[in-house]
C-alpha cells in the first residue's frame, strides 16, 4: 500500500507541473528579462522570509538548499504543498488601483533511501510574467498623439529531483537536477494619431525554453555547547545556455496609403541562466528558537539579452545587472514536546522575516528596476488526530514592496497556505 502511495505522489507532484507553469503575476515589471522572479520558499521558511541556506530538519522539505535532504529520518515520508493569493496596489502620477491574484505555488515530496541518504522531488516556478496596460502621449504644440499596449504573458518552472548526502558526521552535501521549462508572449501595439490618418505598429516577441538547471548545496552542522547547534549552508548554480531562440514579429500599417509592412527576426541561442551562490548560517537554541540570515547573489550582469532597438533585435550585455539578496529570520516554538503532551498552543511555531533585493534588469535609458523589500510573519500549526501528530498547515503573510524612481510603485499583501504531511510510513507494525 506504501508504494502505492508513494507512486501516486509522485505522478501528482509532476502533475502539478502543467499549473506551475502558467502561475501568474500582475506586475508589469515582468515585461523585463524572464519576469518577476518567483518566491521558492515553503510553508515552513516562507514566514521566515525566505530563509534556507542554513535550515536543516528532518521534517521539512527545503529545495533551496538540497544538502538538507540527508536530515530526513529512516521512517518519514514527507508531502509539502502551497497556493497563495494576493493583492496589489499599482500606484503611479497620483492614481491608484487594486488587483487580486491567486496562484499554485510549489509542490515536494522527501524521503530516505538508504542511511545518510534523502531523496526530493517537486516543482517550483522560477519566474512570471503577465501584464496589461496602456499608455498616451500627446506632443506639444502638435495635433500629434500615440497609445502605446503592452500586454504579456507565460512564465518558466522547474521540475527538480534532487539528492542529499551525509559525507561525514555533520557535513553533507546535495544537488538538484532539474528540468527548465517555460515560455512567454509580450507585444507592444503603437497606434500614432495625426490629422486624418493613423499609423499602426504591432510587435510581438515570443520565446520557448525547454532544457536543465543544476543546483548543488552544501551544509556543515556543529554542537557549540549542550543549548546551541549552528548550521551553515552554502549553494551553487551552474549557469549555461538554455539553447532556445527569441523571435520577433513587426506588422507596420498606415491608414493613408493602406500600406502593410510584414518583418520577422530570429536570434538564436538567445537565453542565458546565470551563476550564482548564496552563503547563510542558522542558529538553533535549546530547540526552540531558530535564528539565521542569507546572502546570494545572481550573475545576471555577464548574460546576454534580446533586446529591440528600433526596428532591430540584438542580443545585448546592458539589458540586465547583477541581483543581490539579503535575508533574515526567526522561528520560535514555545515547548519543543509540547505535542507528547497534547499542549496545542506550546507547541506552535511563531515565524517572522524580512528580505531586500536589488534589481536583476535595467528597464530604460540605464535607470535600475525596482529594489524589493518583504516583511513576513506566519505560524505552522501541528495537525493532530489519533496516529499522527508531525503534520503543519503553515499560514504566513507577507508585504513586499516594489518601485523605481518615476515608474510604477507596487505595494502587495500575500497570504501564503502550504500543508506539510509528514507521514511514518516505514515503520514495521507489532501486534501481541
Same mark, same amino acid.
Given at each position: 500500500?506504501?508504494?502505492?502511495?508513494?507512486? #501516486?505522489?509522485?505522478?501528482?507532484?509532476?502533475?502539478? *507541473?502543467?499549473?506551475?507553469?502558467?502561475?501568474?503575476?500582475?506586475?508589469?515589471?515582468? @515585461? !523585463?528579462? $524572464?519576469?518577476?522572479?518567483?518566491?521558492?520558499?515553503?510553508?515552513?521558511?516562507?514566514? &521566515?522570509?525566505?530563509?534556507?541556506?542554513? %535550515?536543516?530538519? =528532518?521534517?521539512?522539505?527545503? &529545495?533551496?538548499?538540497?544538502?538538507?535532504?540527508?536530515?530526513?529520518?529512516?521512517?518519514?515520508?514527507?508531502?509539502?504543498?502551497?497556493?497563495?493569493?494576493?493583492?496589489?496596489?499599482?500606484?503611479?502620477?497620483?492614481?491608484?488601483?487594486?488587483?487580486?491574484?491567486?496562484?499554485?505555488?510549489?509542490?515536494?515530496? %522527501?524521503?530516505?533511501? @538508504?542511511?545518510?541518504?534523502?531523496?526530493?522531488?517537486?516543482?517550483?516556478?522560477? *519566474?512570471?510574467?503577465?501584464?496589461?496596460?496602456?499608455?498616451? +502621449?500627446? $506632443?506639444?504644440?502638435?495635433?500629434?498623439?500615440? %497609445?502605446? #499596449? !503592452?500586454?504579456?504573458?507565460?512564465?518558466?518552472?522547474?521540475?527538480?529531483?534532487?539528492?542529499?548526502?551525509?559525507?561525514?558526521?555533520?557535513?553533507?552535501?546535495?544537488?538538484?537536477?532539474?528540468?527548465?521549462?517555460?515560455?512567454?508572449?509580450?507585444?507592444?501595439?503603437?497606434?500614432? $494619431? /495625426?490629422?486624418?490618418? @493613423?499609423?499602426?505598429?504591432?510587435?510581438?516577441?515570443?520565446? /520557448?525554453?525547454?532544457?536543465?538547471?543544476?543546483?548543488?548545496?552544501?551544509?556543515?552542522?556543529?554542537?557549540?555547547?549542550?543549548?546551541?547547534?549552528?548550521?551553515?549552508?552554502?549553494?551553487?548554480?551552474?549557469?549555461?545556455?538554455?539553447?532556445?531562440?527569441?523571435?520577433?514579429?513587426?506588422?507596420?500599417?498606415?491608414? +493613408?496609403?493602406?500600406?502593410?509592412?510584414?518583418?520577422?527576426?530570429?536570434?538564436?541561442?538567445?537565453?542565458?541562466?546565470? @551563476?550564482?551562490?548564496?552563503?547563510?548560517?542558522? %542558529?538553533?537554541?535549546?530547540?526552540?528558537?531558530?535564528?539565521?540570515?542569507?546572502?546570494?547573489?545572481?550573475?545576471?550582469?555577464?548574460?546576454?539579452?534580446?533586446?529591440?532597438?528600433?526596428?532591430?533585435?540584438?542580443?545585448?550585455?546592458?539589458?540586465?545587472?547583477?541581483?543581490? /539578496?539579503?535575508?533574515?529570520?526567526?522561528?520560535?516554538?514555545?515547548?519543543?514536546?509540547?505535542?507528547?503532551?497534547?499542549?496545542?498552543?506550546?507547541?506552535?511555531?511563531?515565524?517572522?522575516?524580512?528580505?531586500?533585493? #536589488?534589481?536583476?534588469?535595467?528597464?530604460?535609458?540605464?535607470?535600475?528596476?525596482?529594489?524589493?523589500?518583504?516583511?513576513?510573519? =506566519?505560524?505552522?500549526?501541528?495537525?493532530?488526530?489519533?496516529?499522527?501528530?508531525?503534520?503543519?498547515?503553515?499560514?504566513?503573510?507577507?508585504?513586499?514592496?516594489?518601485?523605481?524612481?518615476?515608474?510604477? /510603485?507596487?505595494?502587495?499583501?500575500?497570504?501564503?497556505?502550504?500543508?506539510?504531511?509528514? +507521514?511514518?510510513?516505514?515503520?514495521?507494525?507489532?501486534?501481541?
Amino acid at each position: 500500500m506504501n508504494k502505492r502511495l508513494f507512486a #501516486t505522489i509522485l505522478t501528482g507532484v509532476f502533475a502539478l *507541473s502543467g499549473i506551475a507553469q502558467v502561475s501568474k503575476t500582475l506586475s508589469p515589471y515582468s @515585461m !523585463y528579462g $524572464l519576469g518577476v522572479m518567483a518566491d521558492q520558499s515553503q510553508g515552513f521558511n516562507r514566514g &521566515m522570509g525566505g530563509l534556507s541556506a542554513g %535550515l536543516r530538519s =528532518g521534517t521539512m522539505v527545503n &529545495m533551496q538548499n538540497p544538502a538538507s535532504y540527508s536530515a530526513v529520518d529512516s521512517l518519514s515520508m514527507i508531502f509539502d504543498f502551497g497556493v497563495s493569493g494576493q493583492i496589489t496596489n499599482f500606484k503611479e502620477g497620483g492614481i491608484s488601483m487594486n488587483r487580486k491574484s491567486a496562484d499554485f505555488d510549489y509542490a515536494t515530496a %522527501l524521503f530516505r533511501v @538508504m542511511p545518510k541518504m534523502g531523496v526530493s522531488v517537486g516543482v517550483v516556478p522560477y *519566474s512570471n510574467v503577465g501584464y496589461s496596460f496602456t499608455t498616451t +502621449e500627446i $506632443l506639444s504644440n502638435s495635433t500629434l498623439a500615440s %497609445l502605446m #499596449t !503592452y500586454s504579456g504573458t507565460g512564465g518558466f518552472s522547474q521540475a527538480y529531483l534532487g539528492v542529499g548526502y551525509e559525507l561525514f558526521k555533520g557535513i553533507s552535501v546535495g544537488a538538484n537536477f532539474s528540468y527548465f521549462w517555460g515560455n512567454y508572449e509580450k507585444s507592444i501595439g503603437i497606434a500614432a $494619431l /495625426k490629422e486624418s490618418h @493613423m499609423n499602426v505598429m504591432l510587435k510581438s516577441y515570443q520565446a /520557448k525554453v525547454s532544457s536543465y538547471k543544476l543546483d548543488f548545496g552544501a551544509q556543515g552542522q556543529f554542537a557549540l555547547n549542550r543549548d546551541n547547534v549552528l548550521t551553515v549552508g552554502a549553494t551553487f548554480g551552474l549557469g549555461h545556455k538554455l539553447g532556445a531562440q527569441a523571435d520577433m514579429f513587426i506588422l507596420n500599417t498606415d491608414s +493613408e496609403t493602406a500600406a502593410v509592412d510584414t518583418a520577422e527576426v530570429t536570434l538564436s541561442n538567445a537565453f542565458e541562466l546565470p @551563476m550564482s551562490f548564496g552563503i547563510g548560517a542558522a %542558529l538553533v537554541h535549546k530547540k526552540r528558537l531558530t535564528v539565521g540570515a542569507d546572502y546570494s547573489f545572481e550573475n545576471w550582469g555577464s548574460v546576454s539579452f534580446p533586446h529591440s532597438i528600433n526596428n532591430s533585435y540584438v542580443m545585448s550585455n546592458s539589458v540586465l545587472r547583477n541581483r543581490h /539578496k539579503i535575508t533574515i529570520g526567526a522561528d520560535w516554538i514555545p515547548e519543543p514536546n509540547a505535542m507528547v503532551r497534547r499542549s496545542f498552543f506550546k507547541s506552535i511555531h511563531y515565524k517572522v522575516g524580512a528580505s531586500y533585493a #536589488t534589481p536583476y534588469y535595467y528597464i530604460r535609458d540605464g535607470e535600475k528596476g525596482p529594489h524589493e523589500f518583504a516583511l513576513t510573519a =506566519g505560524f505552522s500549526i501541528p495537525i493532530i488526530n489519533s496516529w499522527n501528530n508531525r503534520s503543519l498547515l503553515n499560514i504566513s503573510a507577507q508585504w513586499v514592496n516594489s518601485q523605481t524612481p518615476n515608474f510604477i /510603485k507596487e505595494n502587495s499583501f500575500r497570504v501564503n497556505i502550504g500543508l506539510t504531511f509528514n +507521514e511514518r510510513w516505514f515503520a514495521k507494525w507489532k501486534v501481541d
